[in-house]
């Protein structure tokens, strides 16, 4: 399959995935809030406004993934790719919103009276949307890395920040019924206390994935092992003897690398060129999220 298909498939794959997302998001959202109304749970009806933000997160993860995956063109040679970390940063933010918005629902509740505590049918709703949650953060993660698409990832993240609120709400729930059983009306406060924690670690959570993508947009270098892997390949040609100054961006799901390579002898322009090429099909084939290889060719320095 060549790179166009490649991409394609990808794309298909990673929307497929976001609309399964959606469909699961709606029918929580509205699981939840009906649950939350009639159960008189603040943490749950936070929980599902949480679950319908996540609609306005795939809606922009969908829409990163079509842009990125797009070929490139004459205003864009490197192509589309950071399209995705543009993605990447607006979930990042919506999640940190997320958290705020939990927060302060949560500490506005415990400015309420609590005069009895969330139904206990409420319990069920919050394993429900741990479960579903869990099940969309593993299949998300795991397509992510498959695909190598940074706003998936992302996204599966704030699948992961849902796991941590439903589970808030799930104790702050079971505690508020505790409260009644034992009769401490004290814990009943229980159900958006657990909120208020919950909401400091999404926000956490949004402060790190904005991080990361800030990074990439700043053409910060790429792990260790990926220089690591260029300078071996790079090492298998024949005629190369040295590898200098490597430099590795990503662009979404896409790779640009440069480098210097150090040759001994007196090579001809036609010769360096074609030392260069076969070093660019190397690495292109070693990995295909390569998009584009730029490589000097010099003297090796020991000589």
Known sequence: MNRTGAASQRYKQGKRAIFLSMFLNLLLALFKGAVGYFSRSQAMIADAFNSAGDLMVNIVVL??????????????????????????????????????????????????????????????AAVVSIAVKEGLFRYIFNLGKKVNSRALIANAWDYRGDVLSSLAAFLGIAGARLGSYLGYPFLYYMDPLAGVLVSALIVYMGMNIMRDAGNELMDGMCSSEILEEITSVALEVTSVKEVHNIRVRSSGPCLLVDLEIGVKGFLSVEEGHNVAHELEEKLCVRREEILSVHVHVGPCKEE
Request: aromatic share 12%; glycine share 8%.
């Open 63 to 124: 829409l990163g993934l079509r842009t990125a995956y797009k070929p490139a063109d004459e205003d864009h040679p490197y192509g589309h790719g950071k399209a995705e970390t543009l993605a990447q940063n607006i979930v990042g933010l919506l999640i940190i919103f997320t958290g705020a918005y939990l927060a302060f629902s949560s500490l506005f509740s415990l400015r309420t009276p609590i005069t009895e505590p969330p139904a206990s049918f409420a319990l069920t």
